[in-house]
T-cell receptor, first 112, second 114 residues
Framework: GEDVEQSLFLSVREGDSSVINCTYTDSSSTYLYWYKQEPGAGLQLLTYIFSNMDMKQDQRLTVLLNKKDKHLSLRIADTQTGDSAIYFCAHLRSGGYNKLIFGAGTRLAVHP | DTGVSQNPRHKITKRGQNVTFRCDPI?????LYWYRQTLGQGPEFLTYFQNEAQLEKSRLLSDRFSAERPKGSFSTLEIQRTEQGDSAMYLC????????????FGEGSRLTVL
């Protein structure tokens, strides 16, 4: 999506933390999401954050939102080989009917 | 399995042929979306239905594309006179009428146009 940008690739060692970053342009976005896509599979919602929050934690996942800078990040603690996938940032376009706008995705590679 | 179901999972066709994909959403979901995903890109919005009404269509949806959801349940996406540039994964998603915007995606239908 032209108004959601992500870095394309991230490589981490198993057990380390991964941080995937995303920037967006629509300041009126109400919800922001992280989806995971494994090879040959559809997209799976990992977590989402409402725009009036700045942090959300869910087990190994921590989402940080800097609304001023329009920056969203996903931190995965204790990254495992099963976390290897493509991670998509998305936002709910204001005024749309739950229409999500996605970034191009960040491919996370976890190595021993 | 009560998730979003799409078929066929993979379709190979020759340029100029018509293809149709079907999506069965989660049964209580009234909203249905079609997205297209090409290699190395995120999903791009194509169209949206609320019940049987098609409420939004992307500029990406040329005249060769048509989508229907006749009874507000399953949906079909037809591509006429396919072109090589139509090769992509076509993803269907559904959601319930609530504000969190969570979409539930199917596994997609991959189209290869030779």
């Amino acid at each position: 999506g032209e108004d959601v940008e992500q870095s394309l690739f991230l490589s981490v060692r198993e057990g380390d933390s991964s941080v995937i970053n995303c920037t967006y342009t629509d300041s009126s976005s109400t919800y922001l999401y992280w989806y995971k896509q494994e090879p040959g599979a559809g997209l799976q919602l990992l977590t989402y954050i409402f725009s009036n929050m700045d942090m959300k934690q869910d087990q190994r996942l921590t989402v940080l939102l800097n609304k001023k800078d329009k920056h969203l990040s996903l931190r995965i603690a204790d990254t495992q080989t099963g976390d290897s996938a493509i991670y998509f940032c998305a936002h709910l376009r204001s005024g749309g009917y739950n229409k999500l706008i996605f970034g191009a995705g960040t491919r996370l590679a976890v190595h021993p | 399995d009560t998730g979003v179901s799409q078929n066929p999972r993979h379709k190979i066709t020759k340029r100029g042929q018509n293809v149709t994909f079907r999506c069965d959403p989660i049964s209580e979901h009234n909203r249905l979306y079609w997205y297209r995903q090409t290699l190395g890109q995120g999903p791009e919005f194509l169209t949206y239905f609320q019940n049987e009404a098609q409420l939004e269509k992307s500029r990406l949806l040329s005249d060769r594309f048509s989508a229907e959801r006749p009874k507000g349940s399953f949906s079909t996406l037809e591509i006429q006179r396919t072109e090589q540039g139509d090769s992509a994964m076509y993803l269907c998603a559904s959601s319930f009428d609530k504000n969190t915007g969570e979409l539930f995606f199917g596994e997609g239908s991959r189209l290869t146009v030779l």
